[in-house]
């Protein structure tokens, strides 16, 4: 069975105006070590992009400049033409680990709700607007059926739903998201990106994940970070992009969630010569 490729229609991948992101010659250090170094990418309007990469490349501390959470050190971004804490409202986010306590008698609704306190003050009453918008996104997650249970009862990827819903209440038009497959299995997993990639389009997804097998299967583009970052213009990075990244030789396999089974779609020991 082939792999899955990402839908290319025009019709639903806008790329007209700035770029949702734009990123030239970034630089960061902290305690005078290199976190970053000159980044330079372009995500446009719709697109769905995967970063992957070894533990401490500087995947998450990315996304948080991104966010206008920390300033580089030089270079320039901007999100959708502005400056990342002018674009902040556009925005939303899906952290890596969202703590939650699962005894607190807090139902699915009240959860996507709180995407709406980001445009306001946070002490006041939820309106009817607030409201239609929560159940909105809770319908654009397919968990509408969810809406009255507490988070305490959800499985792993109901809560993840729950979250991505949280962050699109907000309206926004870019979206970012912190390795939303940990501690998922892969069919649960699949069935996220496939979430996400039918968001595609109406947003910009960013995701970052360690599953290039899983991911190589839905997003449009991929880049490969470890302090530099090496951008791939398809769904699956070269073995040269993986090595430079990783350090190593690397595997990509995919788990077929449909059908329970694995297949190498990338080989370490792959070669051009005949």
């Not at 991104?66 to 556009?90: F, T």
Request: glycine share 10%; charged share 20%.
């Amino acid at each position: 069975m082939q792999p899955q490729q990402p839908s290319t229609d025009s019709t639903t991948r806008p790329d007209s105006g700035p770029p949702a992101i734009e990123v030239r010659d970034l630089w960061l250090s902290f305690g005078g070590w290199n976190v970053l170094e000159a980044i330079d990418l372009t995500v446009k309007q719709g697109e769905f992009f995967g970063l992957i990469g070894p533990n401490g490349a500087g995947k998450t501390v990315l996304l948080r400049v991104l966010l206008g959470l920390i300033k580089p050190d030089r270079g320039r971004v901007r999100i959708l033409g502005k400056s990342p804490r002018a674009a902040q409202g556009s925005v939303a986010y899906v952290p890596q680990h969202a703590s939650f306590d699962r005894l607190f008698p807090i139902h699915v609704l009240d959860v996507a709700l709180m995407g709406r306190l980001g445009r306001s003050r946070l002490l006041r009453r939820y309106t009817a607007d607030d409201r239609q918008a929560a159940r909105q996104a809770l319908e654009k997650v397919g968990i509408t059926d969810l809406e009255h249970r507490q988070i305490g009862e959800l499985s792993g990827g109901q809560l993840q739903r729950v979250l991505i819903a949280r962050a699109l209440a907000v309206n926004s038009r870019v979206l970012l998201l912190d390795e939303p497959t940990a501690n998922l299995d892969s069919t649960v997993a699949g069935h996220l990106y496939e979430l996400l990639g039918e968001l595609a389009g109406e947003l910009t997804i960013v995701l970052v994940d360690h599953d290039i097998g899983v991911m190589s299967r839905h997003v449009q583009s991929v880049g490969c970070l470890n302090r530099r970052l090496h951008h791939h213009h398809g769904a699956h990075p070269s073995q040269e992009m993986l090595e430079q990244a990783y350090g190593y030789p690397v595997d990509v396999v995919v788990h077929d969630h449909d059908h329970g089974h694995a297949h190498r779609i990338l080989d370490s020991h792959d070669t051009d010569e005949p």
